[in-house]
Each structure stands twice: as C-alpha cells, then as structure tokens.
C-alpha cells in the first residue's frame, strides 16, 4: 500500500482561489503528514490568518504535485495540478470546459 503524504502550503495570493497565483515569497511548506494531520494543519492555519483575505492554506498530496497529466487527453498541463485540488478530478482546462460544455 501506498503511504499518505501530504503537504500543507501557505502563503499570500493575488487570487485566493488560485493557488497558482501564490506569491512564492510567502510560501511556507508544512509537513509531510498524513491526511488526516494535513487538514488539522490546514484548518489550523486558515484560522489563524482569517483577517487576511489573500493568505490561504492548501493540503497537497505530493504524489500528485509530481504528476500534472490530464486523465482525458494525458497531456501534461498546470491546471491539472489546481482542478485536482478545487474538484477533486485531474483534467486539464480545456477538457474541463469541454466536459462543461458537452456533457457526457
Ligand atoms: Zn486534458
């Protein structure tokens, strides 16, 4: 079996929903941890930084973080990396909006 680990990523971005905008001079990794660990550490720190609009922190499965490959078009594009963390599911931009536009 395949063992958890998991890091916790903080720091400011232009777009808090993005954490492809995050300033890479305020980044701070945390961890790895397991899962479960990661969300407290997350949780955590959300909390502790909730005036500030433009800070967040991510859980990232490192795993995942080496692997950026869409399971539609198996390119390899950044967006995967950030779906996979907004929806849960690796696809890539632009088959995200195919999918959107023409679903199956
Ligand atoms: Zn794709």
Request: glycine share 2%; hydrophobic share 35%; aromatic share 6%.
């Amino acid at each position: 079996m395949k063992r958890d680990e998991f890091i916790v990523v903080e720091g400011i971005h232009k777009n808090p929903n993005d954490i492809n905008t995050l300033d890479e001079k305020s980044k701070i990794e945390h961890g790895p941890y397991n899962k479960i660990e990661a969300e407290k550490v997350a949780k955590g720190l959300i909390q502790k930084n909730i005036d500030n609009f433009y800070h967040r922190a991510w859980v990232i499965n490192q795993d995942i973080e080496l692997n950026n490959i869409c399971e539609e078009c198996k390119k390899e594009d950044e967006s995967v990396k950030q779906n996979l963390i907004m929806h849960s599911y690796k696809i890539c931009n632009s088959c995200n909006l195919a999918k959107t536009i023409f679903p199956l």
